[in-house]
Structure formats: C-alpha cells, structure tokens
C-alpha cells in the first residue's frame, strides 16, 4: 500500500530536549516536505527536499532541521525544542514537488512541548 | 509572498443545504489544488485544476478555478454528513515545490 509513514503520532517533551520525528514513504518520490498545522493558520512549510541531498527552507524553518541521506526517509529534528513549536507536524511527499502532482499525507504527528 | 483566503473559516448547515467555499489571492497560480482532512488524519486530495476557468465534478462537489487562475471555489449540492471535514485549498506557484495552503473551513453538516 502506497502511504506515508510518520513516528511518533503523539510526543511530549520538555524544553531544550532533542528530538526528532521521522518520515518514511514507499513510493519512489522525490519531491518530500514537512509541515506544520496550527489553528487559524492552515498548513505552513517548514522544509523540502527535490531529492537527495538536495533540501531547502520552507515558510517557517527556524528552529528546525531536516537530511535526506536516502530518498525514501525525510526525518525533521528539533535540536532545541521550545513551546512555540508545540503543533500538529506532517510530513508529506509528491513524484515531482511541481504543484500540480497530489502530495501524499502522513497521519500527523501531535507534539507538545513543555 | 503569495497568500491563499479561505472563507467561511466555518460553517455548519443543515443536511440537504446547499453550500459554497471560496478561496481567493491577488496572485497568480499555475494550479489549485483542494484537500479535505478529518480529524486525525492528513489532508487527502479530492481535485486539481490547472486551467482558468476550468470546471471539475466530482459527484456532489463542483470546483471551479477562476479566469485569472487567482481564486477557486468548491461548491457541494445536497450536503451529507459525510462531508464534514476541514477543506483546505493549495496553490502551486511559479517555482517548483513551492505549494501554499490556505488557512482552510471547517465544514460541519448536522443530521
């Protein structure tokens, strides 16, 4: 089954501590991203990747970092994590990253930071 | 920086009502795309339209993408409940892999 495959679903943590959600997509694409979701506020970029190696900043990086060492997994690492990154985190992925191909949802990972 | 408003931000009628969303910028698209999430899960694609003007069905939702490829709407006949969900559109612009979402509406339909 062609999905997107994001760990943890929920992660609560405390401020400063390090942590890092992964994401995960089996069919082949380049093009993955990461966003965040916040009430009022829709879904902002965080980061992308066209490909391996090859990432960029999105809307909103600051606080965040991202790797693609290999072209199916896209992990984002907060390496400092603080209460305004508390938000529903997805990851998403697309053959291209033109805009016109439909982008592949992960479930969403909800992380509160304390 | 391109922009995507989406009204209502809510909205809650009546099974069998009619209803319209609209989603509207004062820039250029190459295409617009309309998702729907339900609570707990990400957003999935129900349509893209990539021409101006461009009209899609799919059963009960109309899309239209407007002339100047600024705006779109999403139009549903006959409301069920089953289309309670937030509905968020995307465009693509003019840069590969920069894809901007609106802010969505959150469509709530009573029995």
């Known amino acids: 089954e062609a999905q997107v495959t994001q760990n943890p679903r929920y992660l609560i943590t405390v401020t400063g501590k390090k942590l890092t959600v992964t994401c995960s997509q089996n069919?082949?694409?380049?093009?993955m991203s990461w966003y965040r979701q916040d009430p009022g506020l829709g879904l902002r970029q965080i980061y992308y990747?066209?490909?391996?190696?090859v990432t960029d900043k999105g809307d909103v990086p600051e606080g965040y970092k991202v790797s693609r060492k290999e072209k199916r997994n896209f992990p984002l690492i907060l390496e400092s994590p603080s209460p305004n990154q508390t938000s529903l985190y997805f990851c998403?992925?697309?053959?291209w990253g033109t805009g016109n191909e439909k982008l592949f949802f992960g479930s969403g990972t909800q992380l509160s930071v304390l | 920086t391109q922009l995507l408003e989406q009204s209502p931000q809510f909205l809650s009628i009546q099974e069998g009502e009619n209803l319209t969303v609209y989603c509207n910028s004062s820039?250029?698209?190459?295409?617009l795309q309309w998702y729907r999430q339900e609570p707990g899960e990400g957003p999935v694609l129900l349509v893209t339209?990539?021409?101006?003007?461009e009209v899609k069905k799919l059963k009960r939702l109309t899309f239209q993408f407007g002339d100047a490829r600024k705006d779109s709407s999403l139009h549903i006949t006959a409301a069920q409940p089953g289309d309670t969900g937030l509905y968020l559109c995307?465009?693509?612009?003019?840069?590969?892999?920069?894809?901007?979402f609106g802010s969505g509406t959150r469509l709530s339909i009573r029995p």
């Open positions: 990747s066209m490909n391996v190696e």
């Open positions: 069919m082949n694409h380049e093009y």
């Open positions: 995307a465009g693509g612009g003019s840069s590969a892999s920069k894809i901007i």
């Open positions: 339209v990539v021409t101006g003007g």
């Open positions: 820039s250029v698209f190459s295409s």
């Open positions: 998403a992925s697309s053959l």
